[in-house]
């Protein structure tokens, strides 16, 4: 694997894995027209949109054959009940052949290094109630569940879990 920073001739890929990531994993979920009003939210426009942001970063991970995993970070943007100076995961996606090879833990260090660069105490993410494996996997790294978040998708509200670790 080779990790790199986007680009933004990086976003059509990168809207490619987090589609088809996205609905594999959670696509079961919805009514079609939910699933469908929330993947129309992320145009090539919004990716740039997000891209341009001063303090969001995008983190890559690639093998032979194209992208196969990326991190998003930013200020925060949750919901979070907090007095510290904070740093949020946004996103991080990896495309099936990527599961099990170590790429989730190097995007989330460097995630980490991100907001402790910034000078951040604390990192938070939200994550799937019944997204066990990415909870666990969370959990093993340091973060301790902060409450519920409703994260929505089209006009259903998920269960999320808030999630905070102390940098």
Do not use: C
Not at 131 to 155: I, K, P, Q, T, W
């Amino acid at each position: 694997m080779i990790y790199r920073d986007a680009t933004q001739a990086d976003l059509p890929a990168i809207d490619a894995l987090f589609r088809t990531s996205f609905v594999a994993t959670f696509g079961h979920l919805y009514a079609p027209k939910d699933l469908a009003d929330f993947l129309a939210g992320f145009t090539p426009e919004a990716w740039a949109g997000e891209f341009a942001e001063p303090g969001l970063r995008f983190r890559l991970a690639e093998d032979e054959r194209g992208l196969a995993g990326f991190a998003k970070t930013s200020n925060l943007t949750l919901p979070a009940e907090t007095s510290a100076r904070t740093y949020e995961l946004r996103q991080l996606y990896l495309d099936e052949r990527a599961k099990g090879s170590g790429a989730a833990q190097l995007l989330l260090d460097w995630a980490l290094e991100q907001g402790r660069a910034r000078g951040a105490e604390e990192m938070w993410l939200s994550v799937y109630v019944d997204n066990h494996r990415a909870r666990r996997f969370y959990e093993r790294n340091g973060f301790e569940d902060r409450g519920r978040y409703a994260f929505m998708v089209g006009e259903h509200a998920d269960e999320d879990r808030l999630m905070r670790r102390m940098l």
